[in-house]
């Protein structure tokens, strides 16, 4: 790889759009410097710092290989402790819900927000994540550096349910956003989250807006049930 980088070539080391890059080249968020045919370069390792700083993941071409965490024995109703139970969201709007949302979950402070907000927006923009039946479950296409191991998952409902261009046309009422720290994780939990959605009981206490401690204590017996023998 080269120390300077297009347009284009920064958008693939970043997995990011390049209008997404674009923009923020030309709003100063990003270091970059325009040429004098107008075209704006970047340096490698000046990206690479800022790309770490400002908790976006590298495409997997830039990453070091493997994946030492251990993640598949966490529950996830102590992920859902971390990210908490937030009711009456305020919004008429997806992009509303998502910053709402986001600023209710506790992060560590040397996450910028702004930022997470601005890849959930545009992993919405790629296709809803309206899994249907009234669930969102909202993330960014790359794992969150500082995110607490192994992840943070955070139920949110919003003050009346919205549109959300999910697959089923239905509106959402709940959001299930979802934050990890490497991509295998990410998909580990998206898979436990689905036997979850399927269960009509915990599904009920997420049509009525349960008490947290009531949704908290259904998820413990469904994963105690995972963990009998057959």
Request: charged fraction near 25%.
């Given at each position: ?193 689905s036997h979850f959605f399927h269960d009509e009981q915990f599904y009920g206490l997420l049509k009525e807006q349960a008490e947290a ?18």
């Amino acid at each position: 790889m080269t120390n300077v980088l297009t347009l284009d070539d920064a958008a693939k080391m970043l997995d990011l759009p390049p209008q997404t890059i674009l923009r923020w080249a030309r709003e100063g968020k990003i270091p970059a410097s325009e040429a004098e045919d107008g075209r704006y370069l970047f340096d490698q390792k000046k990206l690479l710092k800022w790309s770490w700083h400002h908790n976006i993941f590298l495409n997997r071409n830039y990453q070091q290989n493997g994946d030492s965490r251990s993640y598949k024995s966490v529950p996830l109703g102590s992920l859902l402790r971390r990210g908490g139970i937030h009711y009456g969201i305020p919004g008429d709007s997806r992009e509303d819900i998502l910053s709402n949302g986001l600023k209710l979950i506790p992060l560590p402070d040397t996450i910028q927000r702004s930022f997470v907000l601005d890849l959930l927006i545009q992993r919405e923009r790629l296709a809803s994540t309206g899994i249907g039946r009234g669930i969102a479950i909202p993330h960014p296409r790359h794992p969150v550096q500082d995110i607490p191991e192994p992840g943070v998952i955070a139920v949110g409902f919003p003050e009346h349910p919205i549109d959300y261009g999910a697959i089923d046309g239905q509106p959402v009422f709940v959001l299930f956003f979802l934050f990890s720290i490497t991509m295998k994780s990410h998909l580990h939990f998206l898979a436990r989250l689905s036997h979850f959605f399927h269960d009509e009981q915990f599904y009920g206490l997420l049509k009525e807006q349960a008490e947290a401690k009531e949704i908290l204590a259904r998820v413990e017996q469904i994963e105690s049930s995972f963990e009998q023998p057959r």
